[in-house]
């Protein structure tokens, strides 16, 4: 091929690797995603670099951990300053676009929920203002009824098409257009005007938005739209394609929300099956048990059987209604002659307990269910189904874009390219290491979480810090991480290997730029 290749990335929002039929899963339907994966490599064992959305987006973005690049946890913001993979390819000669959820700087207007310590600081922080306005994403920006322009670049996206927060009321531009071309658009957005049903699931909502205007569609449409206007031109293009859910609210429109049945789903693995709950765990139950609710609903709880599987169907419509459009924009990049320059990649930013020891949503606990999450790339050169156990993070999804295009990437990357890993013959990482980070305290913490996680093919190791307790699971003999050894004496030389890999991990968490211009 004389033109260089194209890339289109679509990524969905807290989406379980297990939950595509391609990678096994007995109800939900996928059949365009499964479509991707029979053309391409299909990674079994592939990890998030912390579970939670706007850390782990940054780590995509920078091919950096979060300890690295700043953005540490959701409310954080990643400095504008933060050169992205997508810089390079912009310098590189591609047309860059982001159509949907960026999620690189907060989307509301709250303060965060963090207590006062009461102390009066003349210097507030360790680091003085950059002077930029970190509110391009807020509400603020986007106020009105016509839709305006969103001005870029940002962080590398020479086009933008912004869509802010989750649920059939999400912001941004979609939130404009919305408010300019949907006739009734206050009474689809008043809650007295739900449809009616007979759930009783947390954050199950059925939303009289027609299927057509839910925010979904709008992503697919506005990517189609910019595929169309990519056809016969000469710069090759790199399109990140953001769907807000699955994420919760569990609100799936008009055909989608009642596509499954709860009866379609069991709760695969109870609380019970967990031989010594962690204290989280715990703190969680106690809630359940004294009828307690998170005090917003981000955070992470404990939920009964039929709850859960009231979710689990709400969540797979859906995901089949992602899939449905992901359908439509392929067509058109086979519709416009572009499909065979073009290659596809499909992953998520974190997964979702859904159900797991009868835990909901994200949070502390590293279980995999919330670590690790799809990826799919199809790749023009090859279109080959396979399927590969060997083992990577989101920050190498940069590195291997770049690689890909023949672009060199910044010094500073940690993410490490898997291109050779695609025949499915290569070994690409050995372990990973997984972060997580809370804004503040919540699960029975009493301070705010400071988690590391090393994960292998044998074991997952988790230390949470200030506390007396950690995890450790003999993924080999119990895959489904239901047996906590970390007080088991047994296992103390295999804790003491496995601290010791994880201390080399931390050790390499310096930001290596900007390289030092002088010798002294």
């Given at each position: 091929?004389?033109?260089?290749?194209?890339?289109?990335?679509?990524?969905?929002?807290?989406?379980?690797?297990?939950?595509?039929?391609?990678?096994?899963?007995?109800?939900?339907?996928?059949?365009?995603?499964?479509?991707?994966?029979?053309?391409?490599?299909?990674?079994?064992?592939f990890?998030?670099?912390?579970?939670?959305?706007?850390?782990?987006?940054?780590?995509?973005?920078?091919?950096?951990?979060?300890?690295?690049?700043?953005?540490?946890?959701?409310?954080a913001?990643?400095?504008?300053?933060?050169?992205?993979?997508?810089?390079?390819?912009?310098?590189?000669?591609?047309?860059?676009?982001?159509?949907?959820?960026?999620?690189?700087?907060?989307?509301?207007?709250?303060?965060?929920?963090?207590?006062?310590?009461?102390?009066?600081?003349?210097?507030?922080?360790?680091?003085?203002?950059d002077?930029?306005?970190?509110?391009?994403?807020?509400?603020?920006?986007?106020?009105g009824?016509?839709?305006?322009?969103?001005?870029?670049?940002?962080?590398?996206?020479?086009?933008?098409?912004?869509?802010?927060?989750?649920?059939?009321?999400?912001?941004?531009?979609?939130?404009?257009?919305?408010?300019?071309?949907?006739?009734?658009?206050?009474?689809?957005?008043?809650?007295?005007?739900?449809?009616?049903?007979?759930?009783?699931?947390?954050?199950?909502?059925?939303?009289?938005?027609?299927?057509?205007?839910?925010?979904?569609?709008?992503?697919?449409?506005?990517?189609?739209?910019?595929?169309?206007?990519?056809?016969d031109?000469?710069?090759?293009?790199?399109?990140?394609?953001?769907?807000?859910?699955?994420?919760?609210?569990?609100?799936?429109?008009?055909?989608?929300?009642?596509?499954?049945?709860?009866?379609?789903?069991?709760?695969?693995?109870?609380?019970?099956?967990?031989?010594?709950?962690?204290?989280?765990?715990?703190?969680?139950?106690?809630?359940?048990?004294?009828?307690?609710?998170?005090?917003?609903?981000?955070?992470?709880?404990?939920?009964d059987?039929?709850?859960?599987?009231?979710?689990?169907?709400?969540t797979a419509?859906?995901?089949?209604?992602?899939?449905?459009?992901?359908?439509?924009?392929?067509?058109?990049?086979?519709?416009?002659?572009?499909?065979?320059?073009t290659?596809?990649?499909?992953?998520?930013?974190?997964?979702?307990?859904?159900?797991?020891?009868?835990?909901?949503?994200?949070?502390?606990?590293?279980?995999?269910?919330?670590?690790?999450?799809?990826?799919?790339?199809?790749?023009?050169?090859?279109?080959?189904?396979?399927?590969?156990?060997?083992?990577?993070?989101?920050?190498?999804?940069?590195?291997?874009?770049?690689d890909?295009?023949?672009?060199?990437?910044?010094?500073?990357?940690?993410?490490?390219?898997?291109?050779p890993?695609?025949?499915?013959?290569?070994?690409?990482?050995?372990?990973?290491?997984?972060?997580?980070?809370?804004?503040?305290?919540?699960?029975?913490?009493?301070?705010?979480?400071?988690?590391?996680?090393?994960?292998?093919?044998?074991?997952?190791?988790?230390?949470?810090?200030?506390?007396?307790?950690?995890?450790?699971?003999?993924?080999?003999?119990?895959?489904?991480?239901?047996k906590n050894?970390?007080?088991d004496?047994?296992?103390?030389?295999?804790?003491?290997?496995?601290?010791?890999?994880?201390?080399?991990?931390?050790?390499?968490?310096?930001?290596?730029?900007?390289?030092?211009?002088?010798?002294?």
């Amino acid at each position: 091929m004389s033109k260089r290749v194209n890339f289109l990335l679509f990524i969905t929002d807290q989406h379980r690797a297990d939950w595509l039929r391609c990678s096994g899963h007995p109800v939900v339907k996928t059949p365009n995603i499964d479509a991707i994966a029979a053309d391409g490599t299909l990674f079994e064992d592939f990890h998030v670099a912390l579970p939670v959305c706007m850390p782990n987006r940054a780590s995509l973005m920078t091919g950096r951990m979060p300890s690295v690049h700043g953005l540490r946890y959701n409310g954080a913001l990643l400095p504008e300053r933060a050169n992205t993979f997508v810089d390079v390819l912009a310098a590189g000669g591609y047309a860059t676009a982001s159509i949907g959820k960026s999620h690189l700087q907060p989307f509301t207007d709250h303060a965060p929920l963090r207590k006062d310590d009461g102390i009066e600081r003349l210097v507030p922080e360790a680091w003085k203002d950059d002077g930029t306005s970190y509110t391009k994403e807020e509400p603020a920006s986007f106020l009105g009824d016509k839709e305006t322009p969103f001005e870029g670049p940002y962080y590398g996206f020479q086009h933008v098409e912004m869509m802010t927060s989750h649920g059939d009321r999400c912001g941004g531009q979609y939130g404009q257009w919305f408010r300019e071309n949907i006739e009734d658009w206050q009474a689809l957005h008043d809650p007295a005007n739900e449809l009616p049903h007979n759930y009783t699931c947390p954050q199950a909502y059925r939303t009289p938005i027609p299927e057509e205007a839910y925010p979904t569609a709008w992503v697919a449409d506005r990517a189609i739209e910019y595929i169309e206007g990519r056809k016969d031109q000469d710069d090759p293009f790199f399109a990140f394609v953001s769907f807000p859910d699955p994420h919760h609210p569990f609100n799936p429109p008009g055909k989608y929300w009642d596509m499954y049945s709860p009866d379609d789903f069991d709760v695969e693995l109870p609380y019970d099956a967990h031989e010594n709950p962690t204290p989280p765990m715990e703190d969680a139950t106690q809630m359940w048990e004294q009828g307690k609710t998170p005090a917003i609903p981000q955070m992470p709880f404990r939920a009964d059987d039929q709850h859960i599987r009231e979710a689990k169907a709400l969540t797979a419509g859906m995901i089949t209604m992602i899939d449905d459009h992901i359908g439509r924009v392929v067509q058109t990049l086979k519709g416009t002659g572009q499909y065979e320059n073009t290659v596809i990649i499909f992953t998520s930013d974190h997964g979702d307990y859904l159900g797991d020891f009868n835990m909901m949503l994200k949070g502390p606990l590293m279980m995999q269910s919330i670590t690790r999450v799809p990826m799919i790339w199809s790749d023009p050169e090859t279109r080959k189904a396979v399927r590969t156990g060997a083992m990577g993070s989101t920050i190498d999804i940069s590195a291997s874009i770049l690689d890909r295009a023949g672009l060199a990437p910044y010094f500073g990357m940690q993410g490490q390219s898997f291109v050779p890993a695609l025949d499915g013959e290569n070994p690409h990482r050995e372990e990973v290491l997984i972060e997580h980070n809370d804004g503040g305290p919540r699960m029975g913490f009493s301070k705010a979480a400071r988690v590391r996680t090393l994960r292998n093919k044998e074991w997952r190791f988790t230390v949470y810090a200030g506390e007396d307790w950690g995890e450790l699971y003999d993924l080999k003999n119990d895959p489904r991480e239901t047996k906590n050894l970390w007080a088991d004496p047994r296992f103390a030389e295999d804790k003491a290997a496995l601290s010791m890999r994880l201390i080399e991990h931390l050790t390499y968490q310096m930001d290596e730029s900007p390289r030092a211009n002088r010798l002294a």
